[in-house]
């Protein structure tokens, strides 16, 4: 069975920064992309970052370009994403989320395993 266990979340100012974690097990971590999603009260989950089985490979949705960034240590099985310079509208529960594919993805449904989410609070 595959489980994913964020951690790290919490309260932040804006301008802070936090790294959340994302612990896999049950399937062979480095042979599949990763990705962390938000979703914030009211609104639909969005993509936030992907990477690459390999870890060389990422890529970002344009709000966050610059200022997050997602890396993954596939000795240890878990995914991380760095958020600096944090903005009350990064305000949402963080998922971190498991492909079926080595390459990236950026759509929900190409992730099969998900997390239970992570609270990210921004105060302006």
């Known amino acids: 069975q595959v489980q994913l266990v964020e951690s790290g979340g919490g309260l932040a100012q804006a301008g802070g920064s936090l790294r959340l974690s994302c612990a896999a097990s049950?399937?062979?971590?480095?042979?599949?992309?990763m990705g962390w999603f938000r979703q914030a009260p009211g609104k639909e989950r969005e993509f936030v970052a992907t990477?690459?089985?390999?870890?060389?490979?990422?890529y970002y949705t344009d709000s966050v370009k610059g200022r997050f960034t997602i890396s993954r240590d596939n000795v240890k099985n878990t995914v991380y994403l760095q958020m600096n310079s944090l903005k009350p509208e990064d305000t949402a529960v963080y998922y971190c989320?498991?492909?079926?594919?080595?390459?990236?993805?950026?759509?929900?449904?190409?992730?099969?395993?998900w997390g239970q989410g992570t609270q990210v609070t921004v105060s302006a």
């Open positions: 989320a498991s492909t079926n594919s080595e390459l990236i993805r950026t759509r929900i449904s190409a992730y099969d395993y």
């Open positions: 049950g399937r062979t971590f480095s042979s599949y992309s």
């Open positions: 990477i690459s089985a390999s870890g060389r490979t990422t």
